[in-house]
């Protein structure tokens, strides 16, 4: 069964604009992490957000965000103020119990 | 401080051959994960060494095999290679605590077969 749900292949963003980027899972055990990571055309994978499923509020790095709602299942990552280099493939995961799922991904452009 | 180091960059082998890829995880890490990312996909989870033992397993067949050594890096082994194990192999170290822990990703290994 898949584990993580990202539904949109692509995005496009004016630079300076906010963008959500969408993020399902699926699981059953009550104790679980979800991350989103950011893959830059040079292919490293940077950590960007983390979230614990008992954390009662949502995780925030900077400029990156992270809209947790638990009971929808849903875990999606809004980057406020677009810039350029935000350009890249983005990714969330889930830990579950240090297994790790990861979705197929967002390429989000951003258009100056 | 060094982060997490893989070597080879690029690897080019054959059908059948035998291929071992090395991570070295960052400074004060003891927890590594292993993940296979198919060109346009996301990462695929291989398995996860801690204290020197495979902790968690991926879907991923017995042709993968791992180790972890006393120094906490860890190495890949993929025996009899298919032309389907073309892919980056990324290595990730994190600190174990209960619950789960932020990963930090290696810049990976491209491996090629013909």
């Known amino acids: 069964a898949q584990k993580i749900t990202q539904t949109q292949p692509g995005m496009f963003v004016q630079e300076k604009e906010a963008v959500t980027l969408d993020c399902t899972y699926d699981?059953?055990?009550?104790?679980?992490?979800l991350f989103w990571y950011k893959q830059p055309s040079s292919g490293e994978m940077i950590f960007l957000i983390y979230q614990g499923s008992y954390d009662q509020q949502n995780a925030t790095e900077g400029r990156y965000s992270l809209n947790f709602q638990k009971a929808r299942k849903s875990a999606n990552l809004v980057i406020s103020a677009s810039q350029l280099g935000d350009s890249a493939m983005y990714f969330c995961?889930?830990?579950?119990?240090?297994?790790?799922?990861f979705g197929s991904g967002t390429k989000l452009n951003v258009k100056p | 401080d060094a982060g997490v180091t893989q070597s080879p960059t690029h690897l080019i082998k054959t059908r059948g051959q035998q291929v071992t890829l090395r991570c070295s995880p960052k400074s004060g890490h003891d927890t590594v994960s292993w993940y296979q990312q198919a060109l346009g996909q996301g990462p695929q989870f291989i398995f996860q060494?801690?204290?020197?033992?495979?902790?968690q397993r991926g879907n991923f067949p017995d042709r993968f095999s791992g180790h972890q050594f006393p120094n906490y890096s860890s190495e890949l082994n993929v025996n009899a290679l298919l032309l389907g194990d073309s892919a980056l192999y990324l290595c990730?170290?994190?600190?174990?605590?209960?619950?789960?822990?932020?990963?930090?990703f290696g810049p990976g290994t491209r491996l090629t077969v013909t």
């Open positions: 060494y801690y204290e020197e033992e495979e902790r």
């Open positions: 990730a170290s994190s600190l174990d605590r209960t619950g789960s822990g932020e990963q930090y």
């Open positions: 995961a889930l830990d579950n119990f240090n297994k790790f799922y």
């Open positions: 699981t059953s055990d009550p104790s679980y992490g």
